[in-house]
Nanobody, 116 residues
């Protein structure tokens, strides 16, 4: 089994930056994709960014040019660098890992609040 632990959320003013981290432990060899999702109050959870084991990345249109996803395979950690934050980025951010053996695993979530 894989366990995910997120960190790095908090309160920041609009225009500021935060970096989220997600550390994976357990049977991590089978992880093919790691991603960040977010869910704002009253909204559905949506994909923010995803990175493949070989490094190919995908970004939601709303964060392109502002957010960067990266992974350190040696540390089994994925990062989300968030720059030029906007109030509409306020949400709970969830880390996700997927793989044929891994299945679909979620972290507990970390709150990001951007004040105007």
């Amino acid at each position: 089994q894989v366990q995910l632990v997120e960190s790095g959320g908090g309160l920041v003013q609009a225009g500021g930056s935060l970096r989220l981290s997600c550390a994976a432990s357990g049977s991590t060899a089978g992880i093919l994709f790691m991603a960040w999702y977010r869910q704002a109050p009253g909204e559905q959870r949506g994909l923010v960014a995803q990175i493949a084991a070989r490094g190919g990345a995908y970004y939601a249109d709303s964060v392109k040019g502002r957010f960067t996803i990266s992974r350190d395979n040696a540390k089994n950690t994925v990062y989300l660098q968030m720059n030029s934050l906007k109030p509409e980025d306020t949400a709970v951010y969830y880390c996700n890992a997927k793989g044929f053996v891994t299945g679909d695993v979620w972290g507990q979530g970390t709150q990001v609040t951007v004040s105007s």
